[in-house]
């Protein structure tokens, strides 16, 4: 069987790490392609040296651009790559441009397709995310689902015949690289659980200058110090409106994204996360911190079981939010139990 990944930003390096991996301890051949459209090094290429993850076998440099103008510039690209490799399946990742022009490409070249992270909505037709996701899954041979609320989805949408509950690879990536960092120290200005990790990128926060302004305010009142981990669109936006990042007052932390071991030992020795991005809100649930995130909706509901998550718009929350206690409550474990990479390809060998 030869499977062809498509892949192009962070969230989706970290799921193709547990993929590969279970990939290479069988005979079967894994093309990788990387469209580009995470190029920043930080947000790249170290997540494929930190996760030991194989050297892309495409890389399309794709780049920056509005939606379509990316997403066009991928479809343009993959057509030539799907025709030389003429993959049994071609997979894709979670729901960013990337996912949609690997599945629009090979639908039209009668090549299956089956769709990792299936299943997951926000409800919200404003995110690019939602209507990446629902196409897909609406295009696609095999959807692979990370949990049961993804299942119910797909059949709520008459998609049953093609969903397959295989666990979240997600969980299986975080898992080990926990267990690898958990005692190492921190490099960073704090004590252990006395600060806050946050990361802001989605447009409706990042867009709007009095929006993005109140966030940065917000966060610097958060009630503990807090790592921001700058995403270059957050640096772009601060610049373009004249926000200022640098605190005097040492409550803000701003640094690149990190590495995702280091991320990972960040969340690890903090007491929170404020974030609007989808996979530190899983992430900080998987390794048992509380989570405030800035938007209406979330994919993963079942974070917000018994306010391990928990939504706001409303800025002026966090500073009772950010670095509120862990819930006494036992946490729940709906995402798999770290092996959902081999069930990925056992669906597809099947």
Not at 134 to 150: C, M
Not at 161 to 177: I, N, P, Y
Not at 184 to 198: C, T
Not at 296 to 323: I, M, R
Request: overall charge negative.
């Amino acid at each position: 069987m030869k499977v062809l990944s498509v892949v192009g930003a962070r969230p989706q390096f970290v799921k193709l790490a547990p993929v590969a991996e279970a990939f290479a301890a069988t005979e079967h051949q894994h093309v990788i392609v990387h469209t580009g459209q995470h190029y920043d090094k930080n947000m790249s290429d170290v997540f494929f040296a930190d996760l030991r993850i194989p050297d892309p076998d495409v890389h399309l440099g794709v780049g920056s651009g509005s939606h379509g103008v990316q997403t066009g510039a991928m479809l343009a690209a993959m057509d030539a790559v799907l025709d030389e490799h003429q993959p049994d399946w071609v997979l894709v990742y979670g729901d960013t441009n990337s996912t949609l022009a690997g599945t629009l490409s090979a639908v039209k070249m009668h090549l299956p397709v089956a769709h990792l992270e299936a299943g997951l909505r926000s409800f919200n037709r404003r995110m690019p995310e939602e209507h990446n996701r629902v196409l897909t899954d609406h295009a696609a041979d095999i959807l692979l689902a990370p949990t049961q609320v993804a299942m119910d989805h797909l059949a709520n949408e008459g998609l049953t015949d093609k969903a397959r509950l295989v666990g979240d690879v997600m969980t299986d990536v975080c898992f080990r690289v926990r267990d690898a960092v958990q005692d190492k120290p921190l490099d960073l200005p704090f004590k252990r659980g006395e600060y806050v990790v946050s990361t802001i990128h989605r447009a409706e926060n990042t867009d709007d200058p009095a929006r993005l302004a109140a966030i940065i305010d917000g966060l610097a009142a958060a009630g503990a110090p807090v790592l921001l981990l700058a995403h270059p669109r957050l640096v772009a936006r601060c610049a373009e409106y004249g926000i200022k990042l640098d605190r005097p007052d040492g409550s803000l932390h701003v640094r690149e994204p990190l590495a995702y071991p280091e991320m990972v030992a960040a969340v690890l020795g903090s007491a929170g996360v404020v974030t609007d991005s989808g996979g530190l809100q899983k992430e900080a649930f998987l390794l048992g911190r509380v989570c405030t995130t800035l938007r209406t909706e979330t994919e993963w509901v079942e974070t917000l079981d018994d306010g391990w998550n928990v939504l706001t718009s409303d800025v002026s929350k966090l500073p009772e939010l950010a670095a509120r206690p862990v819930p006494a409550s036992n946490r729940p474990m709906p995402y798999g139990d770290g092996h959902a990479a081999g069930r990925v390809v056992s669906a597809l060998a099947e």
